[in-house]
C-alpha cells in the first residue's frame, strides 16, 4: 500500500477555511484517496474519497494534484466541532481491504 | 439512515473471562470489518465478514474470533482476556457498488480488562 504523510498538527480560526495537506507520492493508479476524521476517539467519520478528478460533498472538498502525488482536504468553513485527527490514505477500492491509519493531522480550531 | 452500531458502549472484564461484542451494520451493507485500536495507537484490522462469511483476519491469535449472522449483524468474541487487550474496538460496514467500497464506522466498544 501506498504511504501517506501528513503534518502532525494545524490549528485554525474558527469560521475559516481549513486546508489539510497530504502526501501520496508513491500512489498507484488503482488505488483512491480517502480521508476519514476521528473525535475525541470515537469512531473514525467517512470524509470524503476521490481518484483523480476534485470531489465535493455536505462535509468538505478533496483537491488533488494533477499527477496526484498530493492531496488537500478543504473544510470551507471550520467550526469548533471540526477539532479530530484527520487521517489520509491511499487504498483500492476493491472489498477487503483494511485500513491503515498513520499518524493523522491532529486540526484544532479556535475560536 | 441510520448508521453502524455498537453494544456495548463500555465493557470492563477482568483477566481471564471472555468478551462478546455487537455490531449492526447500515441497513444494505453485507460486510462488516472489525479493527482494534489501543491507546494512542493507530487501527488494527482484526477480522472481515461479508455474507455470512469470515474472509480475512489480521494477525491477531485465535482467542480473538467472531461471526457474522444472516441479517449482517455481527459478534467479535475474545476468550481469555488479558490486560494488553484493554482497547477501542470498532465496527465498520460497507457494500460494494460500481466497484468501490467504502467503510463506515460505529462509535466502537471501549474494553478494560482487569
Known amino acids: 500500500d501506498a504511504k501517506t504523510t501528513q503534518p502532525t498538527s494545524m490549528d485554525c480560526a474558527e469560521g475559516r477555511a481549513a486546508n489539510l495537506p497530504c502526501n501520496h507520492s508513491t500512489i498507484s493508479g488503482n488505488e483512491y484517496v480517502y480521508w476519514y476524521r476521528q473525535i475525541h476517539s470515537q469512531g473514525p467519520q467517512y470524509i470524503i474519497h476521490g481518484l483523480k478528478n476534485n470531489e465535493t460533498n455536505e462535509m468538505a472538498s478533496l483537491i488533488i494534484t494533477e499527477d496526484r502525488k498530493s492531496s488537500t482536504l478543504i473544510l470551507p468553513h471550520a467550526t469548533l466541532r471540526d477539532t479530530a485527527v484527520y487521517y489520509c490514505?491511499?487504498?483500492?477500492?476493491?472489498?477487503?481491504?483494511?485500513?491503515?491509519f498513520g499518524g493523522g493531522t491532529r486540526l484544532m480550531v479556535k475560536p | 439512515e441510520a448508521g453502524v452500531t455498537q453494544s456495548p458502549t463500555h465493557l470492563i472484564k477482568t483477566r481471564g473471562q471472555q468478551a462478546t461484542l455487537r455490531c449492526s451494520p447500515i441497513s444494505g451493507h453485507t460486510s462488516v470489518y472489525w479493527y482494534q485500536q489501543a491507546l494512542g495507537l493507530g487501527l488494527q484490522f482484526l477480522l472481515w465478514?461479508?455474507?455470512?462469511?469470515?474472509?480475512n483476519r489480521g494477525n491477531f491469535p485465535p482467542r480473538f474470533s467472531g461471526r457474522q449472522f444472516p441479517n449482517y449483524s455481527s459478534e467479535l468474541n475474545v476468550n481469555a482476556l488479558e490486560l494488553e487487550d484493554s482497547a477501542l474496538y470498532l465496527c465498520?460496514?460497507?457494500?460494494?457498488?460500481?466497484?468501490?467500497?467504502?467503510?463506515?464506522f460505529g462509535p466502537g466498544t471501549r474494553l478494560l480488562v482487569l
Open positions: 465478514y461479508d455474507e455470512g462469511e469470515e474472509r
Open positions: 465498520a460496514s460497507s457494500y460494494l457498488t460500481g466497484g468501490l467500497e467504502t467503510q463506515y
Open positions: 490514505i491511499v487504498r483500492p477500492t476493491w472489498a477487503g481491504n483494511m485500513l491503515t
